[in-house]
């Protein structure tokens, strides 16, 4: 089965959102230490540190804000998956580890960078 058009451009807009997401980060300092994070509950699209906080970031890319802001579609079910992915990175280190969300909406000329949008 062959993905459509629209299904090969989106995924094409997300891949250049996360690269451009991760410099970002770089840029303010973060430390990337892994991206597309595969875990049995989901995928995190970005795991860093900012100091000693653990960051897992969802990225959302967008050309424009025509149908809603790219953090609006962080609904619950993602926002959920999203504490499970964290747990198991952290069971997988072995220690308790200070974790943060954030969600950076990529625009083609801006990234808005939502630090703790959301709550474990």
Do not use: W
């Not at 994070?37 to 900012?50: H, N």
């Not at 609904?75 to 747990?87: F, G, L, M, S, V």
């Not at 969300?101 to 000329?109: I, K, P, Q, R, W």
């Amino acid at each position: 089965m062959r993905n459509s058009p629209q299904d090969v451009h989106k995924k094409a807009l997300g891949r250049a959102g996360e690269r451009r997401a991760a410099k970002y980060l770089k840029k303010l300092g973060y430390k990337l230490l892994t991206r597309n994070f595969k875990t049995p509950f989901g995928e995190a699209d970005i795991v860093a540190k900012d100091g000693e906080t653990f960051v897992f970031c969802e990225v959302k890319a967008r050309l424009s804000g025509a149908f809603g802001t790219p953090a609006e579609a962080v609904e619950y079910h993602k926002r959920e998956r999203y504490k499970k992915i964290a747990r198991y990175y952290e069971s997988c280190k072995g220690e308790e580890l200070f974790i943060r969300f954030d969600v950076l909406e990529v625009y083609e000329e801006k990234i808005n960078h939502i630090v703790a949008a959301f709550d474990a």
